[in-house]
């Protein structure tokens, strides 16, 4: 066996040896970071990489799950080449990016960060008005892609979509039903929850997603701030872990209750028609408002909106097509023989309906479409 492995696996047995029946809030063990320094930052990928920052520090770090280093990029806006110095983040596992707040922002600006390259893209500009420098609240919500952020030492916590249209906010309450304040990292559970940190106050609070009511606490383990939080569900499975960064040289990883969290925000999103319908703000390569020559005088997403009366088979395959054609790998063969299907039979037509004596193209358009849709939603298709 190689001396790394030796040594990398010696210094998890004295990370974690004392904790083998930990139970959900306990300590598993404090990580410290290899390239030392302060900061908020924590983001943990679905392949169990650690990533964060330090203050002053243009850089993202990255680490294994015992403090290893497994490198550093500078992270550059990429429309100027400048550097930025970015506080918390969040893993987007659909995306395959960090989600993070602009050090100093005011109000946040968020960037998508490229893990691998460093380069990061504009975003958006968020409504929130934050004290002090740092940015330690931001979490990207998987289930309905969606993101949260909250304010350093906050009452509220604000809800946007991920193209940064505002859905509201949340108050978070306590046990008694008061405000909550104090609100630092902000991370996604499974269902209607929501894990806060609290500014000095040494406790992890759940409270709902729909209308901040307090949920539970428990005690925390790891610093006194817990200003960033992040699911782990791949590097201590199967216990489910989450990491607290303070603003110390080390990250704290705690135990929680089996199912509380995903990585990567949860509930992955598949590339189908109905996150294209909805989500016109992020479509690449079609113009959502562009008219297809085959699409009977209607555009691309006013197809989208189109029933499939009768078993209209051209509308259904429109609809694969449209969604598979924005989505990243789609089989090149399916898309030109639905394009050549669509053209000979356009939306409207009423050609491919289900009847007797139905087109002989019927069951070839419904074929293409099946298999399109298959792509669609498969491990394979991906989000631009």
């Known amino acids: 066996m190689k001396p790394r492995i030796i040594a990398e696996q010696l210094l998890l047995v004295a990370l974690f040896a004392t904790n083998a029946s930990a139970v959900p809030g306990d300590l598993i063990g404090n990580v410290p970071t290899p390239v030392p320094g302060f900061g908020v930052s924590v983001g943990v990928d679905c392949d169990g990489v650690v990533y964060y920052t330090n203050q002053g520090d243009p850089n993202l770090h990255k680490m294994n799950s015992i403090g290893v280093s497994l490198?550093?990029?500078?992270?550059?806006?990429?429309?100027?080449?400048?550097?930025l110095l970015i506080d918390e983040m969040s893993w987007d596992e659909t995306r395959q990016i960090l989600w993070g707040q602009v050090h100093d922002s005011n109000p946040v600006v968020v960037y998508h960060i490229n893990a691998t390259t460093g380069v990061a893209t504009f975003a958006w500009t968020s409504a929130t008005i934050s004290i002090g420098i740092f940015r330690d609240g931001i979490a990207y919500d998987g289930t309905d892609d969606t993101v949260w952020i909250s304010g350093d030492i906050s009452t509220t916590i604000e809800h946007y979509t991920s193209a940064g249209v505002l859905?509201?906010?949340?108050?978070?309450?306590?046990?008694?039903?008061?405000?909550?304040?104090?609100?630092?990292?902000?991370?996604?559970?499974?269902?209607?929850?929501?894990?806060?940190?609290?500014?000095?106050?040494?406790?992890?609070?759940?409270?709902?997603?729909?209308?901040?009511?307090?949920?539970a606490d428990f005690a925390s383990p790891g610093g006194a701030?817990?200003?960033?939080?992040?699911?782990?569900?791949?590097?201590?499975?199967?216990?489910?872990?989450?990491?607290?960064?303070?603003?110390?040289?080390?990250?704290?990883?705690?135990?929680l209750e089996p199912g509380a969290c995903e990585c990567g925000g949860g509930g992955v999103l598949t590339c189908t028609q109905g996150f294209w319908k909805n989500h016109p703000e992020e479509w690449v390569s079609l113009d959502p408002d562009a008219v297809p020559a085959w699409g009977g005088g209607n555009t691309y997403l006013e197809i989208l909106g189109i029933a499939p009366k009768n078993g209209d088979a051209s509308i259904i395959l429109a609809h694969a097509y449209i969604a598979a054609a924005l989505n990243i790998g789609a089989p090149a063969a399916d898309l030109a023989q639905a394009l050549?299907?669509?053209?000979?039979?356009?939306?409207?037509?009423g050609d491919l309906r289900a009847k007797k004596n139905a087109h002989p193209d019927r069951a070839l358009a419904l074929a293409v479409a099946g298999s399109l849709q298959a792509f669609n939603e498969s491990a394979e298709c991906g989000l631009p």
């Open 340 to 349: 050549a299907l669509l053209t000979a039979h356009p939306v409207g037509s």
């Open 167 to 215: 859905l509201g906010s949340i108050t978070p309450k306590n046990a008694a039903g008061t405000d909550l304040g104090n609100i630092s990292g902000v991370m996604v559970g499974v269902g209607d929850v929501l894990y806060l940190g609290q500014d000095g106050l040494v406790r992890i609070v759940q409270v709902k997603k729909s209308n901040g009511d307090f949920i």
């Open 225 to 255: 701030r817990d200003e960033g939080l992040e699911c782990d569900a791949i590097n201590f499975a199967p216990t489910l872990a989450l990491w607290s960064r303070d603003t110390d040289p080390f990250m704290s990883v705690i135990e």
């Open 71 to 83: 490198g550093s990029v500078p992270i550059v806006d990429s429309a100027s080449g400048a550097p």
